[in-house]
Structure formats: structure tokens, C-alpha cells
Nanobody, 122 residues
Framework: QVQLVESGGGLVQAGGSLRLSCAAS????????MGWFRQAPGKEREFVAT????????YYGDSVKGRFTISRDNAKNTMYLQMNSLKPEDTAVYYC???????????????WGQGTQVTVSS
């Protein structure tokens, strides 16, 4: 089981930027694929981005493609989500997750953080 802790959420105006971090407390962080998901009130959990063990393969949800960038630093056991050109519809709780392979499906990820709130005002 991987312990994951997100940080970096907050309130930002539309068009602004935020960088989320996900710190993992596991020795073998470099063996896990990682992902970001988000959930807005009354909506299902939505795929945002995923990255492989080496950080060379990434996939993005259509709604964030070109605006968000996922990355990881295996030496620091940390994954990041750089969010630019934020829109009010990006408002949600953002979760990081760890699993055996890159995937857009939440079920692929066995470990989850507690989430961090991102609110984008218009």
C-alpha cells in the first residue's frame, strides 16, 4: 500500500495557474504508474492525467489536454500536476493515485490520496 498526500490546491481566478504535488511514502515509488483524477460535486470521478514509471509516457483527459502537464521526480517520490489557463469547470477535488500501469480507469489504481480542493473563480 502506498501512502499518498496531495498539496497545492486553493482558490485561483480563471486564467490562472496552480501546481499540485503528490508525495508518496514508499521506497519503490519508481515502480508505480501514477495518475490524477478529479471529482466535482454531483459528478463522477474524472480522469485527468497519468504517467508511467519513467515519466516518459503520459496521457491526458480531453478537457485538460494542452493546459495541464503531469510530471514526476522519482528521487523525491513526488508527482506533480501543473495546471495552466484554469477554467471554472476545472473546480473539483483532485486526487492522486498509484497503480501498476498507466490507465484512464480509476479501478486500475489501488492507492489514493485524500484529495485537494481546487476552486477556479470566474
Amino acid at each position: 500500500q502506498v501512502q499518498l498526500v496531495e498539496s497545492g490546491g486553493g482558490l485561483v481566478q480563471a486564467g490562472g495557474s496552480l501546481r499540485l504535488s503528490c508525495a508518496a511514502s514508499v521506497r519503490s515509488f519508481r515502480t508505480y504508474a501514477m495518475g490524477w483524477f478529479r471529482q466535482a460535486p454531483g459528478k463522477e470521478r474524472e480522469f485527468v492525467a497519468t504517467i508511467d514509471w519513467y515519466g516518459t509516457t503520459t496521457y491526458y483527459g480531453d478537457s485538460v489536454k494542452g493546459r495541464f502537464t503531469i510530471s514526476r521526480d522519482n528521487a523525491k517520490n513526488t508527482m506533480y500536476l501543473q495546471m495552466n489557463s484554469l477554467k471554472p469547470e476545472d473546480t473539483a477535488v483532485y486526487y492522486c493515485a498509484a497503480g501498476p500501469s498507466v490507465s484512464i480507469q480509476p479501478a486500475n489504481f489501488g492507492s489514493w490520496g485524500q484529495g485537494t480542493q481546487v476552486t477556479v473563480s470566474s
